[in-house]
């Protein structure tokens, strides 16, 4: 795959933006990458007209070829897509004890999993955890997970001979409430393949247990049918996370990717091995990097972004200094703002401006606001964002209908200007600038 890529993106070593036809080319092998990493069609289709549509017109980064830029944004796509929610590898655990119901196919991995996941909440969280196995398929299965819980130190429920699944989590159920545990973990019994009876058995468990978290066992390694085994377990058993194990094989992990497109739940861990500390929290950036297998290129880009960015810095200190600020460098100030985390983060750290920062909050000013003066200088032309002054009032009225706004907004938004225009100047004249360059730290 790397090799398949980097030939396709030597071949593209123009500067400057990139164009349609570069992005083109550089998805078409994308494509055909992701689908060798077992990413379902619809899915690999889908993903690459969305960064198809993100990376046309988007500026190369100086020193970076087209061919990296696609990359870059390949990569970001794809973290994005494989991040869920909330923190990764969280478990709705509160209200003891709460029921864990592991479900998923016959040598995914659940019985293993559950063990890993038991020891994982024991030692890490210091919760009181009770496993059940409610395999009455297999004569070997509960033995297997007793077994698995003396070796770790976690409590497994009696076995008692032929009751089935649902007295046995019955049995935990009240096990766990009486024992004081925090956590009851259920381990069911897998098929093959999913039948009637597999989901009818599943959810006969889910409505006695009622619990908190349904994680889905799927074996990392086994592609497309991953997902079709997640969807049909979500639509009929409901699903609230996934564990894809064998992770430590040479798959390339595309089940993930499908898995988070398809279905939407969140992957919450991975398994990495046989051992029983093999379970990790899922981490977004480390799929995309397998899924990808281009990570040098990617922490090449980000450095070279992290220079220029830096090197803009200096750049505009210098003009402030000399007191020029213009639209251009409001808009900058606006979306590194927008980065930080808005107005008030950043003026709070800034010496000298926490009055402002208050007064600018009392104004009402709020994040929405900083995207709507972003658009109204993108309204303007380039030498209106160079000379603001130049404005009249029919380019004013023009400019705020561009960007679906009052001609009011776009006034505030000039003397913001020159107040910050003014503020620099003074700072810049202050120390030689010291205290700017200190405040942009
Ligand atoms: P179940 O039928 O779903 O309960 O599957 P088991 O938990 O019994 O696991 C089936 C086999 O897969 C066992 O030999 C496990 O040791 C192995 N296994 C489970 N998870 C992993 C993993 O993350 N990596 C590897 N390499 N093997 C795993
Ligand atoms: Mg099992």
């Keep these: 795959l790397s090799e398949r890529l980097s030939g396709v993106f030597d071949r593209l070593t123009k500067q400057g933006a990139l164009s349609e ?20 069609l ?49 478990l709705k655990i509160d209200n003891p004890p709460a029921p864990i119901l592991m479900v998923g196919l016959q040598g995914s991995g659940k019985t293993t999993t559950t063990a890993k996941l038991a020891k994982r909440l ?24 007793q077994i698995l819980g003396k070796q770790i130190g976690v409590d497994t429920l009696p076995i008692v001979k032929g ?25 069911t019994a897998g098929r093959l393949h999913i039948d009637e009876e597999l989901i009818a058995q599943a959810a006969a468990v889910r409505d006695v247990a009622n619990p908190r978290e349904t994680l889905l066992v799927v ?26 194990t064998r992770m430590d094989g040479d798959g390339r992990g595309g089940a993930a990717l499908s898995m988070r497109a398809v279905t939407g739940k969140p992957i919450k861990f991975v398994g990495l091995g046989e051992k029983m500390d093999a379970l ?40 402030f200094q000399k007191g020029q600020f213009n639209m251009n460098d409001l808009k ?23 009055k402002m920062a208050k007064q600018v909050q009392d104004a009402g000013f709020d994040d929405k606001i900083l995207s709507r003066q972003i658009a109204l200088i993108q309204s303007m032309t380039k030498k209106e964002r160079a000379n603001p002054q130049i404005l009249q009032a029919s380019r004013k009225k023009r400019i705020a209908k561009g960007a679906g706004l009052e001609v009011q907004e776009l006034n505030r938004l000039l003397k913001m200007q020159r107040q910050m225009g003014d503020m620099m100047k003074k700072m810049g004249k202050m120390g030689k600038g010291g205290m700017l360059k200190q405040a942009m730290k």
């Design 163 to 187: 009751e089935d699944p649902v007295q046995i989590a019955k049995r935990a159920k009240t096990q766990a409430s009486l024992g004081g545990y925090d956590v009851y973990m259920l381990d």
């Design 122 to 145: 024991t030692e890490r969280d210091g919760k009181r955890v009770l496993m059940a196995s409610l395999d009455v398929n297999r004569p070997a299965a509960m033995e297997q997970l």
């Design 280 to 319: 990790e929290t899922f981490e977004p950036e480390r799929i995309a990097g397998r899924i990808l297998g281009m990570g040098d290129i990617v922490s090449l880009v980000e450095k070279a972004q992290q220079t220029i960015e830096a090197e803009q810095a200096e750049r505009m200190m210098k003009r």
């Design 219 to 244: 074996d990392g390694l086994t592609g497309q049918d991953a997902v079709n085994v997640a969807t049909e377990f979500d639509d009929k058993i409901g699903v609230t996370g996934v564990v894809l």
């Design 332 to 354: 900058m100030q606006l979306e590194q703002m927008q980065k930080m985390g808005g107005m008030e983060g950043v003026m709070g750290m800034m010496p000298g401006m926490g």
């Design 21 to 40: 036809d570069d992005v083109k080319t550089a998805l078409r092998e994308v494509r055909v990458a992701l689908l060798e990493a077992d990413v379902s």
């Design 42 to 90: 619809p899915v690999a289709r889908d993903f690459v007209k969305a960064v198809q549509e993100k990376a046309t017109g988007q500026a190369v980064t100086k020193s970076i070829t087209p061919g990296q830029q696609v990359v870059k944004i390949v990569n970001d796509a794809l973290v994005e897509t494989l991040s869920g929610e909330g923190e990764p590898g969280a």
